[in-house]
């Protein structure tokens, strides 16, 4: 199982980043996969999953409709889609996959929004 994310970088507040995480070794699919992030010194907070073959999708309260999952099956990808960036959504992005219970984390791709 490999998971690798890209799209982060440096954006002024208002701004917006797509984030791409790239699955291999399983199919998404069937699986919960998305979104945590993190700030040093700070916990870990998810902010957005989708599961199961409907597509069902889950956002963090920050989120505020700001932020939109989205996922192709053909390509095993996943993306964050992130609008009206906020200072505080500086962080590290971390795709994540649940397979059977088990956890599995990419290594991560840096947002920051700084004026």
């Known amino acids: 199982v490999q998971l690798v994310e890209s799209g982060g970088g440096s954006v002024p507040p208002g701004g917006s980043l797509t984030l791409s995480c790239a699955a291999s070794?399983?199919?998404?699919?069937?699986?919960?996969i998305g979104w945590f992030r993190q700030v040093p010194g700070k916990e870990r907070e998810g902010v957005s999953y989708i599961t199961d073959p409907t597509g069902t999708t889950y956002y963090g309260d920050f989120v505020k409709g700001r932020f939109t999952i989205s996922r192709d099956i053909a390509k095993n990808m996943v993306y964050l889609q992130m609008n009206v960036l906020k200072l505080e959504d500086t962080a590290d992005y971390y795709c994540y996959a649940n397979i059977r219970g088990i956890y599995y984390w990419g290594k991560g791709t840096l947002v920051t929004v700084s004026s």
């Open positions: 070794g399983f199919s998404i699919d069937f699986r919960a």
